[in-house]
């Protein structure tokens, strides 16, 4: 079955600082991989997704990610945090037409 | 363009009424996924209609229904309200010509059951 891990529940970093948000996922195949971020009382938006090719892909709003099939992670990355992307952010897997498995989440607190 | 759109937004109910909420998808997205989302259980997939049939199905007692019309909108219904239905319930859509998995969610609507 396929599940995603979000080892870290929050996460606090200062303005401007770097910000990588881990993300390990279990599937037997080659997996669809997505970041989605959700504002308070708002739905999700997508950040990026990686579907083939290229192991790093870049997102909206300055985001990267990392398909390492080796360690089954999906990482997201971002250089130098704003204060606007306080958020909760979650990972998900899924293959083409099957429900989206998500994880429970990172909540990310951004200080001055 | 229009992106998916809930209503209502807000709304509270009491134990053992009952509850539709709508769903409106991105104009020709013809596949629409309901997630019930809670504090506790993170996000959980509650069922998926394409051209009018559901084609996948979350583990949800069957209080939990929805359905398609003919133009892709949705509507889900809970029976007989519980406390720990409350919850915000996400509608996404999909294009399935895409060959992808990508899900736009509309922003939600917000169930309190009191």
């Known amino acids: 079955a396929q599940s995603v891990t979000q080892p870290d529940i929050h996460i606090t970093v200062s303005e401007g600082a770097s910000l990588e948000l881990r993300c390990n996922y279990s599937y037997g195949a080659t997996p669809y991989l997505f970041w989605y971020v959700q504002s308070p009382g708002q739905g999700l938006q997508l950040l990026l997704k990686y579907f083939s090719g290229d192991t790093l892909v870049q997102g909206i709003k300055g985001f990267e990610a990392e398909f390492k099939r080796s360690q089954s992670s999906f990482n997201l990355r971002k250089p130098s945090v704003h204060w606007s992307d306080a958020a909760e952010y979650f990972c998900?897997?899924?293959?083409?037409?099957?429900?989206?498995?998500f994880g429970k989440g990172t909540r990310l607190s951004v200080i001055a | 363009k229009a992106g998916v759109t809930q209503t209502p937004r807000y709304l509270i109910k009491t134990r053992g009424q009952q509850v539709t909420l709508s769903c409106s998808p991105i104009?020709?997205?013809?596949?629409v996924s309901w997630y019930q989302q809670t504090p506790g259980q993170g996000l959980q997939f509650l069922f998926e209609?394409?051209?009018?049939?559901?084609?996948n199905k979350g583990n949800f007692p069957g209080r939990f229904s929805g359905r398609q019309f003919s133009n892709s909108r949705s509507e889900m219904n809970v029976s007989t309200l519980e406390l720990g239905d409350s919850a915000l319930y996400l509608c996404?859509?999909?294009?399935?010509?895409?060959?992808?998995?990508?899900?736009?969610f509309g922003a939600g609507s917000r169930l309190t059951v009191l």
């Open positions: 998900a897997v899924g293959p083409r037409l099957t429900p989206l498995v």
């Open positions: 996404a859509s999909r294009k399935e010509a895409s060959g992808a998995n990508v899900l736009t």
């Open positions: 104009s020709g997205h013809r596949s």
């Open positions: 209609y394409f051209s009018e049939t559901q084609r």
